[in-house]
């Protein structure tokens, strides 16, 4: 059978590690704050329950919107609405980074949850689209899962060395560049919706399957800080 260029070679590798990388950072984002926390209270002033709700503005969106984020993309294309939920993950990053006060890091958090719903469904959808055959597919999809199954236990190391060596902000701007990269491989490529429409198919659909990691970490409570 003739396999389209588009599904092989460099660009589907630059694709498969731009949707992973995708997974990866909303899902890093859930635990990454954690161990930032005692540092974040000193430089903004907040304490208590306030702290917790720079974890939980996050989380919150992310689970809640994440089955509607879905069908949005089954409606009107997965590719359209990954790439807004990328643009938004982005820009809430640095409004988190460069965030003057509590008010606007809670903030910042939630738009960060809010993108991370929109693309996170999207990612499993369009690398499953992408894939000529099963055992593409099967394996593509174990890429994906291993991606997100690495990034929970990430975070905190992530987020410890980050803080240690140029505070609190840089978990933040770790996200920019990686979303600039991740969105401009995204947006030049086709996308595969178009070259491969598969037929609806019963079971769970690719945005349960996305959430279930995502609605577990949601459920852990924060670290406690001082």
């Known amino acids: 059978m003739d396999i389209p260029t588009d599904t092989r070679g460099p660009r589907t590798a630059a694709r ?3 949707l ?14 954690n161990v930032t926390l005692p540092s974040i209270g000193s430089a903004l002033h907040m304490h208590g329950a306030g702290l917790a709700w720079v974890v939980d503005a996050y989380t919150v969106p992310l689970a809640a919107l994440l089955l ?3 069908a949005l993309g089954d409606r009107l294309g997965h590719r359209p609405i990954v790439l807004a939920g990328f643009a938004g993950f982005g820009a809430a990053s640095v409004l988190c980074a460069l965030a003057p006060s509590a008010p606007v890091l ?3 958090r939630a738009l960060q949850g809010a993108s991370a719903a ?8 369009l690398l499953t689209a992408a894939a000529p055959d099963d055992r593409t597919r099967t394996r593509t999809v174990g890429l994906w899962a291993a991606a997100g199954g690495a990034a929970l236990p990430a975070g905190p190391l992530a987020g410890g060395l980050l803080t240690a060596l140029a ?3 840089a978990v933040f701007w770790l996200n920019v560049p990686l979303i600039a990269a991740a969105l401009a491989v995204l947006a030049a490529l086709p996308s595969p919706e178009a070259a491969h429409p598969r037929p609806a198919r019963t079971g769970e659909a690719p945005a349960g399957k996305a959430g279930a990691p995502t609605r577990a970490a949601a459920e852990e409570p924060p670290a406690a800080a001082p």
């Open 118 to 125: 929109l693309l996170l469904p999207g990612t499993l959808a």
């Open 106 to 108: 809670v903030g910042g």
């Open 68 to 70: 509607a984020a879905g």
């Open 16 to 18: 498969t590690a731009a």
């Open 20 to 33: 992973c990388g995708g997974y990866f950072l909303v899902l890093l984002d859930v635990t990454v704050v």
């Open 167 to 169: 505070g609190w902000r």
